[in-house]
C-alpha cells in the first residue's frame, strides 16, 4: 500500500513537473500578441498547434509552434516526425527542437520561423487572411504488438495580415495596435553581384566611357590647315645701265666734293667727249666742259656744278631713248 502510494505521489510530482516546464518554456518566448491554437488530444499523446502572432503586418516574422505532450509508456519520442505546409509563406532556417522529459512523459515542441516577402502574400485590401493546411504528427508506439506507425493531424490556426500602407494611412498607435512589427528579423539584404564589385565596373566602364570620349572628340577634330606660304615678291626688273655720259657725271659730282683738281679735269673732259660722240649732244655744253678742263687754275666748284647740272636737264628722257632707237638712229 506504501509502495502505490508513493507511486502515485511520483507520478503526480512528475506532471507537475512537466507542467512547470512547459510554463517555462512558454514564457521564455519573445511577448508577442496572443496565437490562435487547436488542441488534438488522444489517449497516448496530446498535440496542439499556435501560431504567434495571430495578427501581422506584410513582412513581419510569424512563428508557428506543434507542442506534443506523450506518454513514454505508450509512444516513443524518438519516433515522433511533425510535417506542415505553411505556403504562401516561406519556411526560415531548418525548425527549432525543444525536449523535456518529465517522468513518464516527455514535451516535445517544434517552431517553424514563417516569412513572406513576396507579391502573392500582400493584401489586396485592408488586409487579408490565410489558412494553412493542418499539421501531421508521426508516431510509433511502444506496443510490440503495433508495428505501423500512427498519425494524427491538427488543424493550424489562421493568421492576418494587414497592408503596411493601410497601418501607415490610418495612424494607428504602435502601442495600440493589435499586432508586433517585427523588423529585426527580417533577412539581411542580398545582392547579384557585390556591391565592390559593382562600383568596380562601373568606375571602369566610366573611365573607358571617358577614354573613348576623348578619342572619338580627337578623330572628329578638323584638321590644322597650315598657313599658306606668302607668295614672293615680285623682283624689281634691273636698272637699266648708266650711258658713258651719266658716269661721267656721277665722277665729276664726286670729284667736285672730294675737290680734286686732276679728277674733275679728268671728269670734265670726259664729258665733253660723251657730248660730243652724242647726237643729242650740245656743242655749247661740250666746249664749256673742256675750257673748264684746261683752265689754268683749279676749276671753279660753282661754275663745275652749274654744268652738271645743265647736262642733267639736257639729258634726253627714257621714253626718248627708246623711240631713238626704235628708228635706228642710235646704236
Do not use: K
Not at 510554463?23 to 490562435?36: C, H, I, K, L, M
Not at 498547434?49 to 495571430?54: E, K, N
Not at 643729242?280 to 671753279?300: I, K
Not at 661754275?303 to 639736257?314: C, G, N
Request: proline share 9%; net charge negative; glycine share 6%.
Amino acid at each position: 500500500m506504501a509502495r502505490r502510494l508513493l507511486s502515485v505521489v511520483g507520478v503526480a510530482a512528475a506532471v507537475a513537473l512537466l507542467l512547470v516546464a512547459l510554463f517555462v518554456v512558454r514564457s521564455g518566448e519573445d511577448e508577442q500578441p496572443e496565437a490562435d491554437a487547436a488542441v488534438v488530444e488522444i489517449a497516448d499523446i496530446e498535440a496542439e498547434a499556435t501560431l504567434s502572432p495571430a495578427v501581422a503586418l506584410f513582412g513581419d516574422t510569424v512563428l508557428a509552434h506543434v507542442d506534443v505532450l506523450l506518454d513514454r509508456t505508450r509512444v516513443d519520442p524518438d519516433s515522433v516526425r511533425i510535417g506542415a505546409e505553411f505556403a504562401p509563406f516561406q519556411v526560415v532556417g531548418p525548425a527549432r527542437r525543444l525536449r523535456r522529459d518529465a517522468g513518464d512523459s516527455t514535451y516535445l515542441r517544434r517552431t517553424f520561423v514563417l516569412r513572406c516577402l513576396s507579391g502573392t502574400c500582400v493584401p489586396s485590401g485592408e488586409s487579408a487572411r490565410y489558412e494553412f493546411p493542418p499539421a501531421r504528427i508521426r508516431f510509433a508506439e511502444t506496443d510490440v504488438q503495433t508495428a505501423d506507425a500512427s498519425a494524427i493531424t491538427i488543424p493550424m490556426p489562421p493568421v492576418r495580415v494587414y497592408s503596411r500602407f493601410t497601418a501607415l494611412g490610418a495612424g494607428t498607435d504602435r502601442n495600440s495596435a493589435p499586432w508586433v512589427v517585427d523588423l529585426s528579423s527580417l533577412p539581411p539584404a542580398s545582392y547579384r553581384i557585390a556591391p565592390g564589385l559593382l562600383v568596380a565596373l562601373l568606375l571602369s566602364i566610366a573611365a573607358l566611357s571617358a577614354i573613348a570620349g576623348v578619342l572619338l572628340g580627337y578623330l572628329a577634330w578638323p584638321p590644322r590647315v597650315p598657313d599658306p606660304e606668302p607668295e614672293p615678291e615680285p623682283e624689281l626688273p634691273p636698272a637699266p645701265p648708266l650711258s658713258p655720259l651719266e658716269q661721267a657725271l656721277i665722277l665729276l659730282e664726286q670729284s667736285i666734293r672730294v675737290d680734286g683738281a686732276a679728277d674733275q679735269r679728268r671728269a670734265l673732259e670726259l664729258v665733253a667727249e660723251e657730248l660730243e660722240l652724242a647726237d643729242w649732244g650740245d656743242r655749247d655744253l661740250a666746249r664749256t666742259a673742256r675750257a673748264l678742263a684746261w683752265s689754268e687754275g683749279v676749276p671753279p666748284a660753282n661754275e663745275t656744278t652749274r654744268l652738271a647740272a645743265r647736262v642733267r636737264t639736257a639729258l634726253p628722257r627714257e621714253e626718248e631713248i627708246l623711240e631713238v632707237n626704235g628708228n635706228g638712229n642710235v646704236g
